[in-house]
């Protein structure tokens, strides 16, 4: 497996000496000066006594000690939430039917994968989730199984194939499939055009829980960085680079339904996706075949292509 594949703690450790300043600029605050911040503080969590829903209430007294504890332990400036509003207001002008700002905003902060890890702890050998993304349609077009979901979009033909079943091994038939990626030119089919339906579809698993279809060999992109999030990106060094990877979500009338990526292996980007989606269970080998090598169901195909076996477990509906 390759190296940029090969150790999640290294990546992760890197950023742990960034920590350690914001409680020692709270100590520096004088005694009476820390009386008035928490009076203001406890006050704005006692304006929610009167809350009907518990969970509602437990919430929003959470995200404002969280709010206030941030301002007073990096001692944020008025321009600095000024700018902080501005950022917020931009990401809605730019948000519409096709583009979620606020989606990249979270995944970019990897408060999308946090809360999938919250929802979606381990359960015995079921398939791991990962992050939604922003450009999944409801209208995907269906195909019969072994067709080929890429409907003209450029790239590297891949042979995708597999089996679902439960977590006791029961195959699950008539299992829906949905899967969506972006094209060899980094992009998916709706930053073309809003009507526009190409490399995704649906299908569904035959009775022994089986699938396969034609795709495209993954291949890395930028997530849309033109807008506010991407200038924070830019503003912090980090790469607006997502790792490739093919989308699946499957449903089940007996199962949890499930979100989640495949990721090649050796891809450049690995670890350092943007929206930190990468899993190690999820990162498979595609493998590349030669121009001549016969296909599965006998396509003839003017050129390289690769094929993937991607195993799906799903959580039962009651688990």
């Not at 005694?31 to 518990?54: G, H, K």
């Not at 501005?86 to 989606?103: K, M, N, P, Y």
């Not at 890395?220 to 790792?243: C, E, K, N």
Request: hydrophobic letters at 35%; proline letters at 5%; charged letters at 25%.
């Amino acid at each position: 497996m390759s190296d940029i594949y090969s150790d999640t703690e290294t990546h992760l450790e890197s950023g742990s000496t960034l920590v350690g300043a914001h409680g020692r600029a709270l100590r520096e605050v004088s005694a009476e000066q820390q009386t008035v911040e928490q009076t203001l503080v406890d006050n704005v969590v006692m304006s929610f006594v009167s809350c009907e829903d518990p969970r509602l209430r437990e919430l929003m007294v959470s995200l404002v000690e969280h709010l206030h504890s941030f301002i007073r332990e990096t001692r944020l400036t008025e321009g600095e939430w000024a700018t902080a509003i501005d950022f917020l207001t931009r990401a809605g002008h730019i948000t519409d039917d096709v583009r979620q700002e606020f989606i990249l905003l979270s995944d970019t902060l990897g408060a999308s994968m946090q809360t999938i890890n919250v929802n979606n702890q381990a359960y015995a050998d079921a398939t791991e989730a990962t992050v939604f993304g922003p450009f999944f349609v409801e209208d995907a077009p269906g195909i019969e199984l072994g067709g080929d979901m890429s409907f003209g979009a450029p790239g590297e033909p891949c042979w995708v194939e597999g089996t679902v079943r439960d977590t006791d091994g029961k195959p699950l038939g008539g299992a829906r499939i949905e899967v969506w990626e972006a094209d060899d030119d980094g992009l998916y089919d709706v930053q073309y055009d809003a009507g526009k339906r190409a490399a995704r579809a649906h299908m569904f698993t035959e009775r022994d829980g089986s699938y396969r279809f034609w795709g495209l060999t993954p291949t890395p992109y930028p997530i849309p960085d033109d807008g506010p999030v991407g200038q924070m990106l830019a503003a912090v060094g980090r790469s607006p680079l997502r790792a490739a990877h093919l989308h699946f979500m499957v449903s089940h009338r007996s199962a949890r339904t499930l979100v989640t990526h495949i990721f090649p292996e050796g891809d450049p980007v690995g670890w350092k996706d943007s929206v930190f989606g990468v899993k190690k269970s999820l990162i498979k080998k595609f493998d590349r075949q030669r121009v001549g090598t016969p296909t599965p169901d006998g396509r003839a195909i003017d050129g390289t292509w690769s094929r993937v076996r991607f195993d799906i477990v799903l959580v039962p509906s009651d688990g």
